[in-house]
């Protein structure tokens, strides 16, 4: 197991980010491992909303599937994997600050399978990936 922490503030309203980071159809926008995204659940977003998605990882194609597990509009999202190459469990903070919008994502994540062997190695470059896509969303909304 290991943990991912990481904290970005992003120049606009608390609102426009929790909406932009929520919308699946967003995600691989700035999620530069993530091929496809797609909702598996009907209604408004939510606590049960389920989502399936299709990763890059080298020449693999990992899929997992996710649920939301708290959800409070423009403050928070919690979420766990419900299938896939590893467990996470996580959530997204929002926070409004001088300046913008603080978003803060903490995750603790559990590998599987063959990838159970190498986790302790996977740690650091998943936290430099996450500072990456933070660094790529801030870039992203800044320029809207």
């Known amino acids: 197991m290991f943990r991912l922490e990481h904290s970005v503030v992003i120049n606009r309203p608390r609102e426009q980010v929790f909406e932009y980071v929520t919308n699946i159809e967003n995600a691989p926008k700035w999620k530069s491992r993530l091929l496809e995204v797609r909702r598996t659940s009907e209604g408004p977003l939510g606590v049960g909303t389920t989502q399936t998605s299709v990763?890059?990882?080298?020449?693999?194609?990992?899929?997992?599937?996710?649920?939301?597990?708290?959800?409070?509009?423009?403050?928070?999202?919690?979420?766990?994997?419900?299938?896939?190459?590893?467990?996470?469990?996580?959530e997204f903070i929002f926070e409004s600050v001088e300046g913008g919008t603080r978003v803060t994502?903490?995750?603790?994540?559990?590998?599987?399978?063959?990838?159970?062997?190498?986790?302790?190695?996977?740690a650091r470059p998943s936290q430099s990936h996450l500072e990456t896509e933070f660094a790529k969303l801030k870039e992203l909304l800044e320029a809207q």
């Open 55 to 90: 990763g890059q990882f080298l020449v693999w194609r990992p899929k997992s599937q996710a649920e939301i597990t708290e959800f409070e509009p423009n403050r928070k999202v919690g979420f766990k994997t419900t299938s896939g190459p590893v467990s996470a469990i996580g």
């Open 105 to 122: 994502l903490v995750a603790g994540m559990h590998p599987s399978g063959f990838l159970r062997l190498v986790g302790p190695i996977l």
